[in-house]
């Protein structure tokens, strides 16, 4: 499996996570080492791009793709389902963006570490890239068994466990 892994960090505010882009490379490998990948993914190199933005950039986002007019902490647009017909060496995955400020309000709300807010974070939007969903009960427990095993092997806890 070949891929490469594009990130954009466009907001100075992510600066204050110590490592983020080696925390961003080995969260998305780990996860596309433990996943399902799609057929364009194992049959041909593909890219995943990882972009850091900031709460007013998102909420951009979120208002034009999902008509939501507020900020989110994670959004990704995956590529598996658009009408990809141009020749490219390379196929794109597709893209998953965070928003500084929501995350890291969460991650205090909930008494987190920031790293591992991410870590969870990237590893749901890229999972989203790869088809996986959580519209339904049973593809929501799919996914979130997924998402707590690849975390485990990161020493991150559950992040569907509640703080008494």
């Keep these: 499996m070949e891929y490469n892994i594009d990130i954009a960090i466009q907001d100075p505010q992510w600066s204050e996570v110590k490592d983020l882009e080696t925390l961003t490379q080995d ?3 780990r996860t596309l080492d433990m996943a399902d ?4 993914a194992v049959e041909s190199p ?7 933005v900031n709460d007013d950039m998102i909420r951009v986002l979120n208002k ?4 939501k007019n507020k900020p989110t902490n994670v959004l990704s647009f995956a ?5 990809n017909d141009l020749d490219m060496s390379i196929f794109s995955l597709g893209d998953v963006i965070l928003a500084y400020e929501t995350v890291d309000r969460e991650a205090k709300e909930n ?11 990237l590893v749901h939007g890229t999972l989203h ?8 009960d049973d593809d929501a427990n799919v996914m979130e068994t ?7 092997g990161m020493d991150i806890q559950n992040p569907y466990l509640q703080k008494i």
Excluded at 46 to 52: A, G, K, Y
Excluded at 64 to 67: K, S
Excluded at 111 to 117: G, S
């Design 27 to 29: 969260v998305i490998r």
């Design 37 to 40: 990948l799609p057929e364009q």
């Design 46 to 52: 593909f890219e995943v791009s990882v972009v850091f």
């Design 64 to 67: 034009e793709y999902r008509g």
């Design 79 to 83: 590529m598996l389902d658009a009408d």
């Design 111 to 121: 008494d987190r570490f920031i790293r591992d807010h991410i870590a969870h974070l």
């Design 129 to 136: 890239l790869l088809g996986y969903d959580h519209i339904e």
């Design 146 to 152: 997924l998402e707590i095993r690849i975390l485990e």
